[in-house]
């Protein structure tokens, strides 16, 4: 079975502090992808983050960094130096080797206090 | 980068009327198109999954014959909302990706989205 979770529903976090958004998930499949995306009020996503199951680093891109813990099948999403910005939802997802289609959390609310 | 659009990004329809969304890949070919529904507040709903020239694969609880998916060609793909009912109000977004089963971890590229309302 795939599953992804996300346990927070909202967030609050300080503006120019950093905050993390918590995933895990669960495969059969020993191969597979963990994507994070942003969805603002406007409703398109934005693609964040990718790290893929083999990799031996944490993915990085600019603010924003995955904290791929394989053993304990979490992938955490690290925001550092909030900006106003970035208050939209946030998803984490899941695509494996053999199953061609994505696996969505059911998301985090993330809002950034001025 | 790739892109996906979407058309039309919002549409009102009448009740029992049907309504054709088109979403595109502009600059690549996309081996596989996903169709998602998503209701305020809450996360995509994978709806089906439709690879070029075969029939979509549907997931469990999506009427096929409601919610009809054409991939004609790798760049395009329509989802068309049969008789539609209010219930069927939702924001759809299609994604696009290169991948297929086997072939790989392929990202995938969203449209923008279309924001349906029956009335």
């Known amino acids: 079975a795939q599953k992804i979770t996300q346990t927070q529903p909202g967030m609050f976090v300080q503006e120019k502090e950093a905050v993390t958004l918590d995933c895990t998930y669960d495969t059969s499949d020993p191969s597979y992808g963990l994507f994070w995306y942003k969805q603002p009020s406007s409703g398109e996503m934005i693609f964040l983050i990718y790290?893929?199951?083999?990799?031996?680093q944490n993915a990085t891109e600019g603010r924003y960094s995955l904290n791929f813990q394989k053993a304990r099948k979490s992938a955490n999403l690290v925001i550092s130096a909030s900006q106003l910005g970035d208050s939209a939802m946030y998803f984490c997802a899941m695509r494996g080797y053999n199953f061609n289609k994505f696996y969505f959390g059911s998301g985090t609310k993330l809002n950034v206090k001025p | 980068g790739a892109v996906v659009s979407q058309h039309p990004s919002w549409v009102i329809c009448k009740s029992g009327t049907s309504v054709k969304i088109e979403c595109r890949s502009l600059d690549f070919q996309a081996t596989t198109m996903f169709w998602y529904r998503q209701f305020p507040k809450q996360s995509l709903m994978l709806m089906a999954t439709?690879?070029?020239?075969?029939?979509?694969?549907?997931e469990q609880g999506v009427e096929k014959d409601k919610f009809l998916i054409n991939h004609a060609s790798l760049t395009l793909s329509t989802l068309t909302v049969t008789s539609a009912h209010p219930e069927d109000s939702s924001f759809y977004i299609c994604?696009?990706?290169?991948?297929?089963?086997?072939?790989?971890?392929?990202?995938?590229?969203f449209g923008p989205g279309t924001r349906l309302t029956v009335t």
């Open positions: 994604s696009a990706s290169l991948g297929g089963p086997g072939a790989g971890i392929g990202e995938q590229y």
């Open positions: 790290q893929g199951s083999y990799d031996q």
């Open positions: 439709s690879n070029e020239g075969s029939k979509a694969t549907y």
